[in-house]
Structure formats: structure tokens, C-alpha cells
């Protein structure tokens, strides 16, 4: 069916009509849900750290909007745990502040696991445009080991430290003993 516009006022209202079908003003389009920010940890989540060491890997946070892009200028706070296994910042806090730039990201560095081992939570808030959200950040903090390279040098040093003037002391007194003992034959 073919319609043609002429000038009739008939004509002038079915246009009217079908442009306002075809562009619809910003009232009537649908708006985004509320509530639908999202945090996504790349990097850091579920690390394990040894008590009383400095984080070796930093920690990312992504905040993205309800359509999965990217949101630039969001705050994202990390908050620590106040008691039992957990972390501090460099500067003593436990809580840190951040901004994510261009492509929704932020990195946050400078943790310090504390001296008690366990597994404990990061509380991650990404805030923009009055909607917040909350995501844990699990961590866990475990035992240094018992024998390390610097215990091993220690150990060894002492040793020879204390053998050393011992063997000395017993070839002057022992000049003809041959050294060591084992080395000798059996008639």
C-alpha cells in the first residue's frame, strides 16, 4: 500500500504521527535498571601471602556499568579487616581510595600482610553516579617457611666459623696424626 503525502491536514497528522514513532524523545526510551554496577577483580583475588611480607602481586579492580563497559571516574574503596588475619596499607591504613581511569580500571598496591595466618576478606566498593556496589576480595595469609636461603647461610656460616678454627687447633696439636681419621689403612 503506497500512501502519498500530499498537503491535506489528514496527510499532515498521519506524518506527524508516523515521526513520532520513528524518534522517539529521550521521556520515552527506556532508562538503564538501577543498582546494576559491577566489580571484577583481575588481579589479586586469591592470593596467598606470606605473614609479615609485602603484597607481590597488586591488586586490580574493574568497575563496569549494566551494559558490561567500562566506567571511568568511579571511586573504589578497599576496606581491611580491623582484627584477626588480614593486611595493612603501607602508610598504616586500612582503608584505600582510588579512582578508575579511562578503561574502568584501578590498581591498588602497598599491602602488608599482618604477622596472623588464616583466610580473610577485602571488602571492594565501586561507587559512581549515586549507585554503589560491594564485592569481597578473599585472601589468605600462611606461615613463612621453616628453612629459607637466609637461615641455610646462617647456619652454614656459623658452622664454619666454629669447624674452621677447630681443625686448625687440632692439626697443631697433631702434626703426624694423619687428618681425617678415616683416611687411614688398617693392618
Known amino acids: 500500500m503506497l500512501v502519498r503525502v500530499g498537503h491535506s491536514p489528514g496527510n499532515l497528522i498521519l506524518l506527524c504521527l508516523l515521526g513520532f514513532l520513528v524518534i522517539a524523545p529521550a521521556w520515552c526510551q527506556p532508562e538503564p535498571p538501577q543498582g546494576l554496577l559491577k566489580i571484577e577483580v583481575p588481579q589479586g583475588d586469591k592470593g596467598d601471602h606470606r605473614t609479615n611480607t609485602r603484597y607481590a602481586t597488586d591488586i586490580v579492580v574493574v568497575v563496569k556499568d549494566w551494559l558490561d563497559r567500562p566506567v571511568p571516574g568511579a571511586q573504589v574503596v578497599l576496606t581491611l579487616p580491623s582484627d584477626g588475619a588480614g593486611a595493612v596499607f603501607v602508610n598504616g591504613d586500612r582503608t584505600m581510595q582510588a579512582f578508575t581511569d579511562a578503561e574502568g580500571k584501578t590498581q591498588i598496591a602497598g599491602l602488608c600482610a599482618n ?3 588464616g583466610q580473610f576478606n577485602i ?19 600462611y606461615p613463612p617457611p621453616l628453612i629459607t636461603r637466609k637461615r641455610i647461610a646462617i647456619v652454614g656460616s656459623v658452622c664454619a666459623a666454629v669447624l674452621i678454627p677447630v681443625l686448625a687447633l687440632r692439626s697443631t696439636l697433631h702434626p703426624k696424626r694423619p687428618f681425617p681419621p678415616w683416611d687411614r689403612q688398617v693392618r
Open 115 to 117: 604477622n596472623i595466618q
Open 123 to 141: 571488602r571492594a566498593t565501586g561507587s559512581f553516579g549515586g549507585e554503589s556496589v560491594t564485592k569481597p576480595i578473599t585472601e589468605t595469609n
